[in-house]
């Protein structure tokens, strides 16, 4: 096994992988544009994977930006029950890397024939998800040959969130996308091996945020799966203190994502009630972050920035366990479900 993986050389791609993105200025505008036309009733997101942690990010810029519901699809509802549903007018987005899972493809087609604005932000272009969709958003990141998806997700979630920024005019938050690139260099430049290090003696580890970082800790857990192969939960803040909360001992570490938004407080309380157990909590943001962090700028894509240290924080404790990060057992790049 190679001292440098192809996961730890994509991971360092993440910054001119978002530039790529951005630089599809064209196909971003024409996209927002449709959907500020089309003024949608409601939406709904369709992706596997880290593609689908993708979509939950862009489900709360979608709920807090636009004012409309959201939910997630589900493609057996096509594909195994074949029952579409009824989407006329509503905005349909799929997220793929690879576009080309067969259930993907079909429930798209479903949401354009129901008459729904179909949206495609798929890195590979030539594809059959992006061939069925009525928009397509090419995530330019560049060619991932690392099973695990890294900065093919990092470009997904920014382009959710460069893609409402426009839609709902928000400045703020189109300076902020503009600015990410480099974010992401110097998050990239941050040493979170502490995290890495509990990862690699573990029982198993839960990951934890709020709004818009709860995707990003969702694909956290999921990466501690697939490579480090530990159990490894997602959970919103607000129900890790509860009762998942009975799960947590000291070989089962926490790393919450915090950014500075009214999500905060949620995520603080959590910390402090597992520091005052005596838990393994480690935190990465705001002003009492106990993890290296570049400070904290806007709350939509701060949890974006964190992915790239904690990716290298992860590919570093799968090779500590003797593992190939690169090639994670029983899973495949193109995933074909149907």
């Known amino acids: 096994m190679s001292a440098t993986s192809q996961m730890a050389r994509e991971i360092a791609e993440i910054p001119n992988a978002a530039r790529r993105l ?33 979509g939950v990010h862009l489900r709360y810029l979608i709920e807090t930006h636009l004012g409309i519901a959201v939910s997630a699809a589900a493609p057996s509802v096509v594909t195994s029950y074949r029952r579409p549903s009824a989407l006329a007018g509503a905005l349909f987005v799929v997220i793929s890397q690879s576009g080309g899972s067969p259930d993907l493809v079909a429930a798209t087609r ?39 998806a890294t900065k093919s997700v990092v470009v997904s979630m920014l382009a959710g969130a460069r893609l409402i920024a426009e839609a709902a005019d928000d400045r703020d938050l189109l300076a902020a996308c503009a600015a990410a690139p480099d974010r992401f260099a110097a998050a990239l430049g941050l040493d979170w091996s502490a995290w890495g290090a509990q990862l690699a003696t573990a029982r ?110 992860i590919e570093a404790a799968t090779r500590a366990k003797g593992f190939d990060p690169d090639r994670p057992p029983f899973l495949q790049k193109v995933t074909k479900t149907l």
Not at 121 to 135: D, F, I, M, R, Y
Not at 274 to 287: K, Q, T
């Open 110 to 148: 479903a949401a354009e024939a129901a008459g729904a604005l179909t949206l495609a932000l798929v890195n590979e272009t030539a594809s059959p998800v992006a061939a069925a969709a009525g928009l397509v958003v090419p995530l330019a990141a560049g060619p991932e040959l690392s099973v695990a």
């Open 204 to 313: 198993a580890a839960f990951v934890a945020a709020r709004g818009y970082g709860f995707g990003p800790a969702r694909e956290l857990a999921l990466k501690i799966s697939e490579t480090v192969r530990l159990p490894a939960l997602g959970y919103s803040a607000a129900e890790l203190r509860h009762g998942p909360r009975a799960a947590i001992a000291a070989d089962t570490p926490v790393l919450a994502l915090r950014q500075d938004d009214a999500t905060a407080a949620t995520v603080d309380g959590l910390a402090a009630d597992l520091a005052a157990e005596g838990e393994p909590i480690l935190v990465a943001g705001g002003p009492r972050s106990t993890l290296p962090w570049i400070g904290d700028a806007h709350p939509v894509l701060d949890p974006v920035a964190m992915l790239g240290p904690a990716y290298a924080a």
């Open 22 to 54: 951005l630089a599809q200025e064209d196909a971003l505008s024409a996209a927002a544009s449709a959907i500020r036309a089309a003024d949608p009733p409601f939406a709904v997101i369709c992706g596997r994977g880290s593609s689908g942690h993708a």
